[in-house]
C-alpha cells in the first residue's frame, strides 16, 4: 500500500509541476502590459517601467516563475496588482463562497442522482427507463448556465422567490444565504446529475449480472431487498469516484455560474483578474483550483485503493 501511495504522490508532484508551467505560459502570452493598463493609456514610459519594476514584471521568465512557485510553495501567492492586498486573503474570501456552493451543488446532485439511477436500473428497459435516459442525456447535453439563466428567469423574475443574484455574507444569517446559494447550486447540479444517474444505473446493472445477485434470488429475497441490499451496496464503488471527481470539477468550474449570479466566489475573481490583467491573481487561483483538482484525484485514487486491494497490485 505504501509503493501504491508514494507511486500516486509521484504523480501528483509531476502533474502539479506540468500545471505550473502551462498555466504560467498561457498566462504570458495574453496580451497587454499589466502595468500600461493600470496605469492608462497617457502613462510616461518611465512611470510604466517604474511600476513594472514594483509588480516584478520586469524580470525573466524564469526569474519570474521561479519568484511565483517559492512563493506559492510558502504559502505568499503575491499582492493583487488591482486590490493592493495580499491574493491569499482575497482567496480566503471567495472561498467561502465558492466551496459552500461546490458542496451543496453536489449534495443536490448525489440526492437527485442515486435514487434516480437505482430506479433506473429496476425498470431497465421499460419505457420509464427510456424516459430517465432521454432527461440525464438532455441534462448532460444543455450547459449549466442555460439552466441557470432559465432558473432566474422562472423563480426569480416571474415568481420572484429568489433574488436574481448577489450573496448576503455568512454573517447575515445561514438560511438566508443558503436561500442565495439554491439557484445556482441547482443550475451546477444538474448536469452533474445526469451524469452521476447514468453512472450509477450502468454500475447497479453490472453488479445485477454477478453470480451472487442470482443466488440471492435463489435464496428469495426479492427485487427491492436485492437492489437495496446487494446491489447498491456494490454499486457505489464506481459512484463514489465519479463523486470525488465531481467535487472537484464543482470547486473549479463554477465560474459561469458565479457571473450569472453575481456570486463573490473564486470563479468570479478569476474573471475579473483576467479583465483587470491582474496576472498574479489569475495565475494564482488557477493555481490552487487546480492542486484541489489532482489533490481530490489523489485522494479518490487512494480510497479506491482501500476498497479494492487488486488495484494496489504492481502491474
Request: proline residues 5%.
Amino acid at each position: 500500500m505504501l509503493r501504491f501511495i508514494l507511486s500516486r504522490a509521484l504523480t501528483l508532484a509531476l502533474s502539479l509541476l506540468v500545471a505550473s508551467l502551462v498555466i504560467f505560459a498561457v498566462i504570458e502570452v495574453i496580451p497587454g502590459d499589466p502595468a500600461a493598463f493600470m496605469l492608462g493609456l497617457n502613462a510616461e514610459p518611465d512611470t510604466v517601467a517604474a511600476l513594472r519594476t514594483e509588480l516584478g514584471l520586469d524580470g525573466s521568465l524564469p526569474e519570474r516563475y521561479l519568484r511565483w512557485v517559492g512563493g506559492m510553495l510558502t504559502g505568499d501567492f503575491g499582492i493583487s496588482y488591482t486590490y493592493q492586498v495580499p491574493v491569499a486573503e482575497l482567496v480566503g474570501a471567495r472561498l467561502g463562497v465558492s466551496l459552500p456552493l461546490a458542496l451543496f451543488a453536489l449534495l443536490l446532485s448525489t440526492v437527485i442522482a442515486l435514487p434516480v439511477g437505482l430506479f433506473a436500473a429496476a425498470r431497465q428497459g421499460r419505457p420509464t427507463d427510456w424516459a430517465i435516459m432521454g432527461a440525464t442525456q438532455f441534462g448532460i447535453a444543455i450547459p449549466n448556465f442555460w439552466f441557470a439563466m432559465i432558473l432566474v428567469v422562472i423563480f426569480a423574475i416571474q415568481l420572484r422567490w429568489f433574488s436574481a443574484g448577489g450573496f448576503p455574507g455568512w454573517d447575515q444569517g445561514f438560511w438566508i444565504n443558503i436561500k442565495a446559494l439554491l439557484l445556482p447550486a441547482i443550475a451546477l447540479a444538474l448536469p452533474q446529475a445526469a451524469i452521476l444517474a447514468r453512472v450509477m444505473r450502468s454500475a447497479v446493472l453490472e453488479v445485477l449480472s454477478q453470480d451472487f445477485i442470482r443466488t440471492a434470488r435463489a435464496k428469495g429475497l426479492n427485487q427491492r431487498q436485492t437492489l437495496i441490499h446487494h446491489a447498491f451496496r456494490n454499486a457505489l464503488i464506481p459512484v463514489l469516484t465519479i463523486i470525488g471527481l465531481q467535487f472537484s470539477f464543482l470547486i473549479a468550474g463554477a465560474i459561469i455560474i458565479e457571473n450569472v449570479f453575481f456570486l463573490p466566489g473564486l470563479g468570479r475573481l478569476i474573471f475579473q483578474g483576467i479583465t483587470q490583467r491582474d496576472l498574479i491573481v489569475v495565475e494564482s487561483v488557477v493555481m490552487l483550483l487546480v492542486f484541489a483538482v489532482i489533490l481530490v484525484t489523489f485522494l479518490v485514487d487512494i480510497a479506491y485503493a482501500l476498497a479494492d486491494p487488486r488495484l494496489r497490485r504492481p502491474e
